[in-house]
């Protein structure tokens, strides 16, 4: 009989374990919290400043006739320009909608060219006038439209806009041992066009790597004046001018 109680208690036990098991609380996993993922925003004003090179194009000159002209009329010399190193700084304003990857801006750069070059007309058999020319491209000023791309703090952006260049022209004629120089001058409104990745390394600074092709194509006029008052007039097609440019900005 005591073997036939204890098998009940046993059974007993056995049969209330779950029921107790399920009354006491159970223990659920804790709930996993979405951190958004901060990204960066470049909206906001900024400015900066450049360096790089400018290169590519060649000049062409011309005699042209007029009264007096030298006897190398219609004779024709080409010659390169330098290529150079080039400064600048710009000023602008970025646009970026919260959540959408696309930046919009507006940029105000002005920087130096300041490309050289030298070129001689050599006169007809029997005479000895020897015309040289120098042209330098002196500065600019660029306002232009900027559309990007942007990959957190990776911009890819493409630039264009409306650009006023200051391109000097100056001569050098040497006649019978000789010199005087001649005038002439080449202000111009023309287009520039690029493209270029800038990177946000700080919260407030960029860097960037750009390229803008300058389309100053302009044919100058160019008069001058030996001691004799013979008259030299010729013509100088301007060629356009490619640049590469690094450079870092400050945002606000």
Do not use: C
């Amino acid at each position: 009989m005591k073997k036939t109680l204890l098998a009940a208690l046993l059974a007993g036990t056995a049969l209330a374990a779950p029921a107790a098991a399920a009354d006491l609380p159970r223990a659920y996993p804790a709930p996993v919290v979405a951190v958004p993922v901060a990204y960066y925003n470049w909206t906001g004003f900024y400015v900066g400043g450049f360096v790089g090179g400018a290169f590519g194009g060649d000049v062409r000159a011309t005699e042209v006739g007029a009264p007096n002209v030298w006897n190398a009329v219609g004779q024709t010399t080409t010659y390169d320009l330098e290529n150079k190193f080039i400064f600048g700084g710009q000023l602008g304003y970025n646009w970026q909608a919260s959540g959408s990857p696309f930046v919009w801006g507006l940029e105000l750069e002005i920087g130096s060219l300041n490309r050289r070059g030298n070129g001689v007309l050599n006169p007809p058999p029997g005479l000895n006038d020897t015309i040289s020319f120098t042209e330098g491209s002196q500065w600019y000023a660029l306002l232009a439209a900027r559309a990007g791309y942007a990959v957190d703090r990776t911009l890819f952006y493409v630039k264009g806009g409306i650009a006023y260049t200051d391109k000097p022209i100056g001569s050098i004629i040497d006649v019978v041992g000789a010199t005087v120089a001649g005038d002439g001058e080449g202000k111009e409104w023309t287009w520039a066009l690029g493209a270029g990745i800038e990177y946000a390394f700080a919260p407030n600074w960029t860097v960037k790597g750009e390229y803008l092709y300058f389309h100053t194509r302009k044919t100058i006029g160019i008069d001058a004046y030996d001691p004799g008052l013979n008259q030299y007039n010729f013509t100088q097609r301007l060629p356009g001018t490619h640049t590469l440019k690094l450079g870092v900005n400050y945002r606000f």
